[in-house]
C-alpha cells in the first residue's frame, strides 16, 4: 500500500497572475452545487477557463468553436456539445450564432443519472461530444429550466432537473460523436450503483479539498470509511479509471494550459501542476501527449499565430 500511496503524494500549486490559471483542475468539484443554466449570445475567450462540473453547450443561430487543450473543436448550431469543463476550454469563434444555452452539471448529478456508461466514460476521460440529432431541445425549454431550477418549489425544479436527463438520455439513444478523443480502452463495465457513485462523489470532494497537501489512498478511504482496496475498485468502476490516473489527468490539463496561456519555465509549471521533479513531468508529460512539454508549447505557438 505504501507504493500506491507515494504514487499519489500532491504538492502545493503556487502564484500565478491569471487568477483561473492557478487554480488546479484538481480543486473543482463540490457536492453542494446546482444545475445552473445561462442563455446568452456567445463570446470569445481571452484564455483558457475551467470548472468542475459538465458543460452542456447548445448553440442557437450558427456554429460556435471552441480550443480544449490545444484542439480545435466546433459544435454545430441546434446540436448538444458536451464535455467534462475541467479540461481547460476556451471559446473562440462565436460564429453567427445570436444565442446559446449553457447547463453546468454537477459531476455527482451526472454520475447518478441512468445514461450509457460509454458516454459517461468518454466524459470523464476528457472527450468532447456533440449529439447526432439537432434540435432535440427548444430556446423556449432552455428558458423555462433556467426559471424553474430557481423556482421555490422543489418539485419544479426536480422536474426541470429530470427533463435535462432525459435530454442527455435522447443523445445516447439517437448517439453522439466524438469531437475531440477521451474514453479507456478497456470494456465498460456497467451498473454502477447508487452507493457506489454516492462514495465517488465523497472520494473526488475529498480531492478537491485536500488538492494541495499530500494525500494517500489510505487517506481518502478512511474518509469515505472504506477499505483501500474496496475504495479504489469502486473509483474505477464508476470513472471508468484508477484514482491515480485521475489525479495525473488533471495535472496534465492543467500543465497543458499553463504552457498556452503563460510563458513560465517547465520547471515552474511542473511545480505548480503537482510533480515533485522535472524529470517525472517531462516523463509522464510525454506518455500522455506522445511529445515533450516544449515541443507542444512550440506546436500550439505556431498553430495560433
Known amino acids: 500500500m505504501k507504493q500506491q500511496d507515494d504514487a499519489l503524494m500532491m ?43 459538465v458543460e452542456i453547450n447548445l448553440p442557437i443561430g450558427g456554429d460556435v468553436e471552441y480550443i480544449v487543450n490545444g484542439n480545435r473543436v466546433s459544435i454545430r448550431a441546434g446540436h448538444i456539445g458536451l464535455f467534462w469543463a475541467c479540461v481547460p476550454h ?9 444565442n446559446m444555452g449553457i447547463i453546468n452539471v454537477p459531476v455527482h448529478q451526472f454520475l447518478g443519472w441512468p445514461l450509457s456508461r460509454e458516454l459517461v466514460n468518454q466524459i470523464t476521460h476528457g472527450a468532447v461530444l456533440q449529439s447526432n440529432s439537432a434540435n432535440l431541445v427548444s430556446e423556449f425549454e432552455l428558458k423555462r429550466w433556467k ?79 472504506l477499505h483501500a482496496n474496496y475504495a479504489m475498485g469502486i473509483f474505477r468502476k464508476v470513472m471508468q479509471m484508477t484514482i491515480k490516473q485521475y489525479i495525473t489527468s488533471m495535472r496534465i490539463n492543467h500543465a497543458r494550459a499553463l504552457l498556452s496561456d503563460t510563458e513560465r519555465g517547465i520547471m515552474d509549471i511542473a ?3 503537482g510533480f515533485n521533479s522535472s524529470s517525472r513531468f517531462y516523463q509522464t508529460f510525454q506518455r500522455y501527449l506522445g511529445m515533450p512539454p516544449n515541443q507542444y508549447r512550440m506546436l500550439l505557438r505556431e498553430e495560433h499565430n
Open 90 to 98: 476556451r471559446l473562440t469563434d462565436p460564429g453567427c450564432s445570436h
Open 11 to 53: 504538492t502545493p500549486p503556487q502564484d500565478d497572475s491569471a487568477a483561473n490559471i492557478s487554480v488546479s483542475p484538481l480543486s473543482l468539484y463540490s457536492t453542494h452545487e446546482q444545475i445552473d443554466i445561462e442563455l446568452r449570445a456567445p463570446h470569445e475567450m481571452p484564455a483558457y477557463h475551467w470548472h468542475g462540473q
Open 147 to 225: 426559471l424553474e431550477l430557481q423556482h421555490p418549489c422543489e418539485s419544479r425544479r426536480l422536474l426541470a432537473r429530470d427533463e435535462i436527463s432525459l435530454m442527455l438520455k435522447r443523445v445516447c439513444l439517437d448517439g453522439w460523436s466524438q469531437m475531440l478523443g477521451g474514453g479507456s480502452d478497456k470494456p465498460i463495465k456497467q451498473g454502477a450503483s447508487r452507493h457506489s457513485q454516492f462514495y465517488v462523489g465523497q472520494m473526488l470532494e475529498f480531492i478537491a479539498a485536500h488538492h494541495d497537501t499530500p494525500l494517500t489512498m489510505t487517506q481518502i478511504a478512511e474518509h469515505v470509511g
Open 271 to 273: 511545480l505548480t501542476v
